[in-house]
């Protein structure tokens, strides 16, 4: 009988969260222990279009199908998270229940920190939970610490205090303004169901027996520190992408892309000097409306540097994206630029033309950013992205942090400033935190140990 250990990772259905999970879902396949990874069925579906996972992961790995009514696509929707939350307490949670009680023994279920109807199905039947909570250390403790900024009247924000700073969030004192703070908590309406979600999950953090964090310790460890006092057993393990190339002795890893990646997007590359292309990609899930888009569109054109632009099909929020040029643009844009539907992102941080990255500040974004030592600039939209752009400004200084303005001659003197102006100083502190997160995920490093030190843990729970 085969006696490694099996695992169930439980991700929330959207492509940054699957891609971390998925990487943390391939180390543990390489160690030995069996991982049944659930997905929606649209995700499901996608990820056997556009990726090898199967292959890629051998015989001990199962990629589950949700039932049908769950879709990521509704996040892009107004009211997007709590829909989908519905539809996973509905569809999802019956379906865990069921489905692990009719599955060959399950050692621990591994979910997504942010849901918690998993961790409920596995208390009702005393089955171990992880958490991995798959965004940064700082967001994750920001989130934490909200009923304390409630109670000391902090929160709801109000419009004229969005610059002060917040006394609450332990460790980030000096810096962390209202405006830094994810996008679900500066709603005047602290009623409204993003921020009943985000801070009711985030709370029962503690309830599980350890959590997984895709970080490590050198970038983030003062906040690391405020993590334990409330959850003792954290494992960060982070970069995972940067992990698995480490284990796996390759350049890049093979993609977790929801999307048909354009690797033409390559070539062009390979034709540009060194460190001379701009980088713009707005994430997943992030939308412009037209007129930012156009703000956009003339700051990078206007900045007069070359560029590879993902301009995602739904990239414009409310409708489809038209395949016009404005005509003033047209010859700077054919001059410079590089457009794209989705592209090999990681493979492009890493190519040698790239000089900045005009980020969303999502997490998976900001680490392959990190890793490849590309200097940011960043314009959150939602969620994480706040605190995320708030560290790589005045934290880490790897960058420029342009939350809420959305000017072209702001965004063109930003990206002159981080490709040649400013180019030396951000360089050097990147390619400082590269070579830190190259050491955290080599042999004796921190998030090495962690990951070993899961494995063993897992494995001593074994039935
Ligand atoms: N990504 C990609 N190709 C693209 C744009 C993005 O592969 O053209 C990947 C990127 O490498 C990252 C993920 O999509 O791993 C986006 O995750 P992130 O946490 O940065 O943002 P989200 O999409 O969750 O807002």
Request: proline share 5%; hydrophobic share 40%.
């Amino acid at each position: 009988m085969d006696s490694s250990p099996r695992v169930i990772i439980f991700p929330f259905p959207a492509q940054g969260h699957v891609n971390s999970m998925l990487k943390l879902a391939q180390l543990l396949s390489l160690s030995n222990v069996q991982v049944t990874f659930l997905v929606t069925v649209d995700t499901h579906d996608r990820l056997l279009n556009h990726t090898d996972v199967i292959s890629r992961f051998g015989s001990g790995f199962h990629l589950q199908p949700l039932p049908h009514g769950i879709s990521m696509d509704v996040m892009n929707t107004r009211d997007g998270l709590s829909i989908l939350y519905d539809s996973l307490n509905k569809i999802a949670k019956p379906f865990l229940r069921e489905f692990i009680a009719y599955s060959p023994v399950t050692t621990c279920l591994i979910t997504d920190g942010i849901l918690s109807m998993a961790a409920d199905v596995a208390q009702e039947i005393n089955l171990p939970i992880i958490y991995f909570r798959t965004a940064s250390a700082s967001s994750f403790w920001s989130y934490f610490c909200m009923p304390d900024l409630i109670q000391v009247g902090e929160l709801p924000l109000k419009e004229n205090a969005k610059d002060l700073t917040l006394t609450k969030v332990k460790g980030m004192e000096d810096f962390l303004r209202g405006r830094d703070l994810p996008s679900f908590c500066q709603a005047s309406d602290l009623t409204s169901p993003d921020f009943r979600i985000v801070m009711t999950e985030t709370r029962q953090t503690p309830r599980a027996r350890g959590l997984i964090l895709n970080t490590f310790e050198d970038l983030e460890g003062p906040i690391l520190s405020q993590i334990r006092t409330v959850c003792p057993n954290v494992y960060t393990i982070g970069p995972v992408h940067a992990h698995l190339k480490a284990k796996l002795g390759t350049k890049s890893t093979s993609s977790n892309s929801l999307w048909q990646e354009d690797e033409s997007c390559m070539s062009w590359l390979d034709t540009q000097p060194p460190k001379s292309v701009i980088y713009v990609s707005f994430g997943s899930v992030a939308g412009l409306t037209k007129e930012e888009l156009l703000e956009f569109w003339y700051g990078i054109v206007n900045s007069e540097q070359k560029f590879l632009w993902v301009m995602r099909p739904d990239l414009i929020i409310g409708q489809e994206r038209k395949d016009e040029i404005p005509v003033e643009l047209e010859q700077g844009t054919k001059a410079r630029g590089y457009m794209a539907d989705w592209v090999p992102q990681e493979k492009v941080l890493a190519h040698r033309a790239i000089g900045g990255f005009l980020t969303h500040s999502g997490w998976n974004s900001t680490l392959e950013s990190i890793v490849e030592g590309v200097p940011m600039i960043c314009w959150p939209r939602f969620a994480d992205q706040q605190v995320n752009s708030r560290f790589v400004g005045e934290v880490w200084k790897m960058g420029l942090d342009i939350k809420d303005t959305c000017d072209r001659d702001i965004i063109a003197k930003s990206i002159r400033d981080l490709m040649e102006k400013r180019n030396g100083e951000f360089s050097q502190r990147t390619e400082h935190m590269a070579n830190l997160a190259k050491k955290a995920v080599n042999e004796g490093g921190s998030s090495y140990i962690n990951l070993d030190r899961l494995i063993q843990d897992i494995r001593s729970i074994t039935p």
